[in-house]
């Protein structure tokens, strides 16, 4: 059997200094964005009006760490997010800067309404988190968190107790619950609602190249073998799912990507509730992973509408472009979440979340 052989080469980025690539880019986001404010010290972007909006309102942290950009500056602002907490590039932020963020988002001396913590399911960011919340529990602040692993390309054997991995389902979960939360909603129903949201949705990602990280100005890049994509390539360099060579058509890739999405019948990976009876509706949202451009994911993403509808999934919505990021490496993902049932009930109705998607946001990169 063939083996495949990597290889190096040099990549460049553009930095100053390797350590002080997340406060420069923070710096540079809150001058272009003036309605956001920017603790160096903790790395911690929030709303500028957090002080009088956290009084009688539910407060959401989105936090991972730094390389992902936009996520999750880039969602901070009215009815988004109301801060982000980044740690340094792939490592996740530390628990006294995440519990520094919990203090930021409530008043602690009068009535607070809660705040809602969200991240991707990597064991560093959980363990940070917890002990983050532990302080705070202790302090007296009221806090929910959900960590959300949206990655179909890790089964349910592979992923065990530990689940899957996270990759943009948070920013769909997200959107809806801080619409919530703007409206007034206690910390009960949004967190509800981020639960119901994660157990509806799943990604599936595919990469054209390794990533490199910003070490030092000129850093060596392991890359696929020739004419190789790798289906299922976590967003730091995990193992995928499967290399693939030759390289298939792009109608070939999204048929097999959105069948590992609704495919019910695989149990190890029917991780979205489907119904089958093809009254089934989605929001569908087309990530780049870094450097692949709009164009590209358009193609991807009428393939993908197509393909769900020969199965009787209308996508009602849908959105593209860089959210969930891996620097500047080469490829894109989708993300599909299936929307309430018309009879359903549970914690969202389909009007409800169609309001909440739809309802106009302030913030850096959310596409409108």
Known sequence: MATETQTKRETFHFINDPSEVINEAAIGLTEYHPNLSYSSSHKIISRNDLE????SHVTTIGFAGGGHEPMFSGFVGPSFLSCSVSGNIFA????????????????????????????????????????????????????????????????????????????????????????????GEGLDRVGDVMDYIAGNSGTIAVAFDRVALPNSIVTDISTLPAAT?????????????????????????????????????????????????????????????????????????????????????????MTLGPMVTSLKQSGFGFTLWKLPGKDEKGPLSLREA???????????AWRQ
């Open 52 to 55: 009088t909006f956290r009084e």
């Open 92 to 183: 996740s932020p530390t628990a006294s800067q995440i519990f520094e963020a919990i203090k930021l988002c409530q008043p602690l001396h009068s009535p607070s309404k809660g705040t809602l913590i969200v991240c991707g399911n990597y064991t560093g960011d959980i363990l940070n988190a917890g002990l983050a919340i532990t302080r705070a529990t202790a302090a007296g602040y009221k806090v929910r968190f959900t960590p959300i692993g949206d990655d179909v390309a890790v089964g349910k054997k592979k992923g065990g107790k530990v689940g899957r991995r996270g990759l943009s389902g948070h920013i769909v979960g997200l959107k809806i619950v801080c619409a919530l939360a703007d409206k």
């Open 229 to 317: 994509i790798e289906l299922g390539l976590g967003c730091h360099g995990e193992p995928g799912l499967r290399s693939i060579s030759p390289i298939p058509s792009p109608e070939d890739l999204t048929k097999e990507m959105i069948s590992l999405l609704t495919n019910t019948s695989d149990e190890d990976r029917a991780f979205i509730p489907f119904t089958n009876s093809g009254n089934d509706q989605a929001i569908l949202l087309v990530n780049s992973s870094g450097s692949t451009s709009d164009e590209v994911l358009a193609a991807f993403a009428e393939l993908a509408i197509k393909y769900l509808k020969q199965q009787d999934i209308t996508v009602v919505r």
């Open 354 to 364: 169609l309001e909440y998607w739809d309802r106009r946001v302030e913030t850096a």
